[in-house]
C-alpha cells in the first residue's frame, strides 16, 4: 500500500511557476514509477508526466514538453513537477499515482496507475 499526497499547487499569473510535491508514505517510492496526471472541469484526465523506477527515464505530454520537469528523491520519498512558463489552460486539478509498471520504455495508462493522490489545485489567470 502507498498513500500518497500532492501539495504545492495554488493561484499563479500567465508565465509563472510552481513545484508540485507527491509525498509518499507506506511504501517506498523506490519500486514504483510515478506519473502526474490533471484534470480540468468539463475534461478527460490527462496525463502529464512520468518518471521511471529502474533508470529514471521521463517522459512528458507534449503540451507540457520544456516547461514541465519531474523529478524524485527517493530518499525522501519524494516527487516533484517544477511547471514553468505556466498558461491558462494549465488550470487544472494536479494528482499523482504510482504504478509498479515502470514507465522507462511504455508510458502507463491511468487506469494502470495503483495508487492515486488526492489532488491538488492549480489555477493559472491570464
Known amino acids: 500500500q502507498v498513500q500518497l499526497v500532492e501539495s504545492g499547487g495554488g493561484l499563479v499569473q500567465t508565465g509563472g511557476s510552481l513545484r508540485l510535491s507527491c509525498a509518499a508514505s507506506g511504501s517506498t517510492v523506490d519500486y514504483y514509477s510515478i506519473g502526474w496526471f490533471r484534470q480540468a472541469p468539463g475534461k478527460e484526465r490527462e496525463g502529464v508526466s512520468c518518471i521511471s523506477s529502474s533508470d529514471g527515464n521521463t517522459h512528458y505530454a507534449d503540451s507540457v514538453k520544456g516547461r514541465f520537469t519531474i523529478s524524485r528523491d527517493n530518499a525522501k520519498n519524494m516527487v516533484y513537477l517544477q511547471m514553468n512558463s505556466l498558461k491558462p489552460e494549465d488550470t487544472a486539478e494536479y494528482y499523482c499515482?504510482?504504478?509498479?509498471?515502470?514507465?522507462?520504455?511504455?508510458?502507463?495508462?491511468?487506469?494502470?496507475?495503483?495508487?492515486w493522490g488526492q489532488g491538488t489545485q492549480v489555477t493559472v489567470s491570464s
Open positions: 499515482a504510482a504504478t509498479i509498471i515502470d514507465c522507462s520504455g511504455y508510458v502507463p495508462t491511468h487506469d494502470e496507475y495503483d495508487y
